[in-house]
């Protein structure tokens, strides 16, 4: 057993089921994982090898985010007044091109982004896979661990070319066996299946438009018969709704269902052209849904919705989405932009500030597999910690922490525990210097740049 750590002085959000909440409380720490979390100081039996002092600051779960590209961290700026559509035409030339050096600096430079943002454990989607481009997976994997975050990347995949009526230019689509045994691979080589794991797999064919039926149905029956979860982007656009229907003759919820793509094993990125009846869909099935409320802002996609989702009981969790369609990509940012943009949509009682702190938490670890362990301050969980300090002029005088943290302005997280461990302390990341990250990245932006 290590010795115990421990945080005391600040409020906390523990985001249990229970909604429980300490204005002035507590959190032990020990090998990893929460032991106690109450109000008051901590009890005295536990001598700590260190003790945070939290006065002024918000403790909540470390933030989850459902979904992200990368990759895209060397592409930003570009299709600025495009569609999604428009976007992804003008980008596939450039994404043809990327290799190992490519996403080592995007990855780095956008686990660190999402780090100082509050968040502990990030999904990846990466489905570009140019040959001799290098183990980019791997790249990724090797980038999460030097940052120091949890780690659920996505075996993408896209074997619908253009020539077969599909959106992306013929040469960044793979063979469809081939496909399928890398997500084998990807399994073998990295998934974790064990409590308190860093990385697990999940496999991930990128968009109705983009991959074919058989790839959809055969990766489903991949991943039940390995235990890892699907993911894919679904209803993001209206054009993608016609796309389906003029190519299935069906909306996209009804396509992915066909293929055996709805279950509480499944989340699907965006799901903003939902009707009613396919709302409550998702919530019958337990499908989860990565609501990137800010890439749909930046695509003029629109805005999912999100209050008949949580009626219906479907898990929603936050996206950054890949930064190419969200120049920013830090998370805390989300947990606002879902505040207001459901607002902007259904008035200002859509969405509470507790609401989305729990989207950014215990949802989106439900949407990874993981609300047994994480997304909640619970004693058992995973130490998985984001210390927000409050007594800042940006934020004094706002009586509830809940409230400054979600309508307040955005700051970097004080502190970031990832199993205990500090990745940012002080409101500085401990795991990469970003002077390095951001020559890197300006680098391989340059090198890829048309
Ligand atoms: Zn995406």
Known sequence: MTDALVIEGCAIATVDAAGTEHADGHVVIEDGRIVAVGEGAAPQSTPPARRIDGRGCLATPGLVNCHHHLYQWATRGYAQQSTLFEWLVALYPVWQHIDAATVDAAARAGLAALARSGCTTSTDHHYIFPARAGDLLEVEIAAARAIGLRFHPCRGAMDLGRSQGGLPPDDVVEDRDAILAASAEAIDRFHDPAPGAMVRIAL???????????????????????????????????????????????????????????????????????????????????????HCPTSNGRLGAGIAPVPALLRAGAPVGLGVDGAASNECGELVDELRAALVLARVAHGPAALTARDALELATRHGARCLGREDELGHLSPGALADIALWELDEPGFAGIADPVAALAFGPTRPVHTLLVGGRAVVDGGELRTADPVILAADLARESARLAP
């Open 204 to 290: 991930a064919p990128t968009s109705p438009f983009s991959v074919t039926g058989e790839l959809m149905r055969e990766t489903a029956e991949l991943a039940r018969a390995r235990g890892v979860r699907l993911h894919t982007h679904l209803a993001e656009t209206a054009d993608e709704e016609v796309f389906c229907l003029e190519r299935f003759g069906v909306r996209p919820l009804e396509y992915v269902e066909s293929l055996g793509w709805l279950g509480d094993d499944v989340w699907l990125a965006h799901c903003v052209h939902l009707n009613a009846d396919e709302a409550a869909r998702m919530g019958a099935t337990g499908t989860g849904v990565a």
